[in-house]
């Protein structure tokens, strides 16, 4: 199964935040294992576990139970993450939802990116936002934080306008639910049946000022790009290639063996890579070809070096093999500019 994962700008985000509270930054970042290389690249991934354990101790050393409630207000989602961009390139709140909900994971993975992770449902009081997380009261935290996400977004944008009319969650009043209301400036219902966010019906009808289209698209080019690395990295292709690379120098390995490092019997490899309608030849193959041809386009390594990367004890065989894949030499792939059709 897969670890999920939370954005490293999210985990960054809460740092520096905790540090602007005047706590020991570096201490709270110890504390799990992270260090500030693993939060330089905000689109990198840090397993939810460390994120959660981090969240518990940046509550202890601020003395602030309600933490990621006054986090969540006080700080812009932007700044952390590509997501953030685009949900505020959209021309309107309904966009922004559907864009939300199709790069949600990217913030934070939970299994209901399966679906959706927040619906909209009309009723007698307006129209409720509704948040689909399986499980909520496992990690209620995330729940203060993307209500109260919602409600910063809009009390920045529109500050003549309320937004949130009414809140309901599926976790126990913890000890600091008075704070609830004191940030989120409106009833908040606990223990209740669902998450869920009232608001304004003419709020899904309203227009963003910063919106751009060209500005979006790039946006979205990039976070479709991340998304297509999270993808890959939930099918057993994607596990079994970082499994590989870093010994694909060694040349053949048994499936014997990567199924044991994938935790499972030969068979159900097999018959799991057929599902993805793959083979285990065809992965190895075609990543011995990926990597052959990133190194050749580079021009960084010889022929007789490229082989030997790849796994192959004699370059007359590497050859073999390249013109077998792409249908030339590695000399004249490497000549016509190093790209794969």
């Avoid at 009319?165 to 908040?188: D, F, Q, W």
């Avoid at 709020?203 to 751009?212: G, I, M, N, P, R």
Wanted: aromatic residues 8%.
């Amino acid at each position: 199964m897969k670890t999920p994962t939370v954005a490293a700008g999210l985990v960054r985000s809460v740092v520096d935040y905790v540090a602007h509270r005047g706590a020991d930054a570096t201490a709270l970042t110890r504390s799990v294992g992270l260090t500030a290389a693993d939060l330089e690249d905000q689109d990198a991934r840090i397993p939810l576990a460390l994120y959660k354990a981090l969240i518990a101790t940046a509550k202890r050393l601020t003395d602030d139970p309600a933490l990621m409630l006054h986090h969540a207000i006080d700080t812009r989602i932007e700044d952390m993450s590509v997501v953030g961009l685009i949900v505020h390139t959209c021309p309107n709140m309904a966009e922004s939802l559907v864009q939300l909900n199709r790069y949600a994971r990217l913030m934070v993975e939970v299994d209901v990116m399966d679906g959706e992770r927040f619906t909209v449902e009309p009723g007698p009081e307006g129209v409720w936002i509704v948040d689909n997380r399986p499980d909520p009261n496992s990690f209620p935290e995330l729940t203060e934080s993307s209500f109260a996400r919602f409600e910063s977004e809009f009390r920045h944008e529109f500050p003549e306008r309320p937004f949130a009319l009414k809140i309901e969650v599926t976790h126990p009043a913890p000890g600091h639910a008075a704070t609830y209301g004191e940030v989120l400036r409106c009833p908040v219902t606990f223990a209740a049946g669902r998450n869920a966010l009232l608001i304004a019906p003419d709020w899904l009808t309203q227009e963003f000022d910063a919106h751009s289209g060209y500005v979006f698209g790039l946006f979205a080019e990039r976070a479709d790009a991340l998304m297509a690395e999270l993808v890959l990295a939930d099918s057993l292709r994607g596990r079994i290639e970082a499994y590989l690379l870093p010994i694909l120098h060694k040349g053949e390995v048994t499936v014997e063996a990567v199924a044991a490092a994938m935790g499972m019997s030969r068979q159900t490899l097999y018959r799991r890579l057929k599902a993805e309608g793959v083979t285990f030849a065809e992965v190895f193959d075609e990543l011995r070809c990926r990597m052959a041809a990133d190194y050749l386009a580079a021009r960084k390594v010889s022929v007789n070096e490229t082989a030997y990367l790849v796994g192959f004890s004699e370059a007359s065989s590497f050859v073999r093999a390249f013109r077998r894949w792409t249908g030339r030499t590695p000399a004249a792939f490497r000549a016509a500019g190093g790209a794969l059709a």
